[in-house]
């Protein structure tokens, strides 16, 4: 089973920006769909993006979409959240997630393997 480690959390400055990195051990990374997920405090977990195995198709939440940008380098085995004109709501701990099946989905319950986050805080 993949193993997936997220870095590149940290605390910026509206309107900043931050590149997110998931690096995953231990399973075939191309045969994931994968995808970010973040947590407020006191708010559920929510959808921001998924990218197909290949990398060709990606999905974003319309909260994010034309700000943050998904990619993977299947050959380093890594995923990666560029993530442009932050705003406050932004802050949230952010998850990366493997979905072992290639059908879309945008709940957290389809996903099978998790990293443990990183958290990022955007200041007004």
């Known amino acids: 089973q993949v193993q997936l480690v997220e870095s590149g959390g940290g605390l910026v400055q509206a309107g900043g920006s931050l590149r997110l990195s998931c690096a995953a051990s231990?399973?075939?990374?191309?045969?994931?769909?994968m995808g970010w997920f973040r947590q407020a405090p006191g708010k559920e977990r929510e959808f921001v993006t998924r990218i197909s195995r290949s990398g060709a198709n990606r999905y974003y939440a319309d909260s994010v979409k034309g700000r943050f940008t998904i990619s993977r380098d299947n050959a380093k085995n890594t995923m990666y959240l560029q993530m442009s004109s932050l705003k406050p709501e932004d802050t949230a701990v952010y998850y990366c997630a493997a979905d072992q099946s290639s059908v879309l989905s945008r709940q957290a319950s389809s996903y099978d393997y998790w990293g443990q986050g990183t958290q990022v805080t955007v200041s007004s």
């Open positions: 231990r399973g075939t990374f191309g045969s994931y769909a």
